[in-house]
């Protein structure tokens, strides 16, 4: 939430510069509050998981949101509880007349495939040109975020000699950046993919700004020009035990994998893993929802 103190105290401005959400009297006297509607299209095959490691990070913050569940009606998932998503989620059709502050696009277990042969390719570009005129801000999480790059700004993906697994170090390359106010020069963030989205494409963008990136985990995090448009290449979100579910899983199927990096204690899968990225991805979650909420409209069809 921002403070709000007198425009001709010194602080005022050094704060201005840094991008620390601060208000003026007048402004806070005129001021509307409302709750912010987000919506959450969850792609990912741990339904439950997903809900709750995003709901806990949405949940971090004073300000009230209201979340809808979303999902794609051309794809039955085989992974959800029977009648869980019946329940508690809306088809896109259903939400098509309704505008939303922000909409979270997670990833999704088809990254090896080309975008166009997923089953639900045609809805989720349907579902992505409909938020650019009914939501304020997107955020495009791992291949969510490829796809977000793919359709809007045609960056091909490319697959990897190996999976990036593991929780890896990254810095920001805006520390001022409101999305990354109060960030470390250096924070750990969870991956886990088999592709990147093609780097160079990236930098040749002019409407694209890398946010970060590092030699071993290539482009970590993107945005449009203003902002608004958010896509994260790894997992922010993860709980402390997903990177070792899927490690197990992978090797239960005989699927070749490596201990993921920086994660047991000397790379020891018996030892329990040590949590290096979770104030971080708090501290995200929460500066992308008062971004939001210092821009979007308070009547939301004014968009």
């Not at 709000?4 to 006297?29: D, G, H, S, Y």
């Not at 696009?105 to 040109?129: Q, S």
């Amino acid at each position: 939430m921002p403070i709000k103190i007198p425009i001709e105290l010194p602080a005022f401005n050094a704060l201005i510069e840094e991008r620390v959400f601060v208000i003026t009297n007048v402004r806070a006297v005129h001021q509307d509050i409302r709750p912010l509607k987000v919506a959450i299209l969850n792609l990912m095959p741990t339904t439950v998981a997903t809900e709750v490691q995003l709901l806990r990070l949405l949940g971090n913050s004073p300000l009230q949101v209201d979340v809808t569940l979303v999902r794609m009606g051309s794809h039955e998932s085989k992974n959800a509880p029977p009648g869980h998503l019946e329940k508690f989620y809306l088809d896109y059709t259903k939400i098509r007349d309704e505008r939303f502050d922000g909409i979270i696009i997670t990833g999704a277990p088809v990254e090896t495939l080309p975008f166009e042969e997923v089953d639900y390719w045609r809805e989720l570009t349907d579902l992505m040109e409909w938020a650019k005129n009914n939501v304020w801000s997107t955020l495009h999480i791992c291949w969510g975020a490829q796809a977000g790059l793919y359709y809007k700004y045609n960056i091909p993906k490319r697959p990897l000699t190996q999976k990036l697994f593991g929780v890896f170090p990254h810095s920001i390359n805006e520390q001022r950046a409101a999305l990354f106010r109060g960030f470390d020069d250096e924070f750990f963030a969870p991956q886990s993919r088999y592709t990147e989205s093609d780097s160079a494409a990236i930098a040749a963008e002019s409407r694209l700004k890398i946010q970060s990136e590092t030699e071993e985990t290539g482009v970590f995090i993107v945005t449009s020009l203003n902002d608004r448009e958010i896509f994260v290449t790894g997992h922010m979100e993860y709980d402390s035990f997903t990177l070792d579910m899927e490690y197990k899983r992978d090797i239960v199927k005989g699927v070749p994998i490596a201990i993921p990096k920086n994660y047991y204690p000397s790379d020891n899968p018996k030892e329990s893993p040590v949590v290096r990225w979770r104030a971080h991805a708090h501290l995200f979650f929460s500066n992308w929802l008062n971004f939001v909420y210092q821009g979007t409209p308070y009547n939301l069809k004014d968009l």
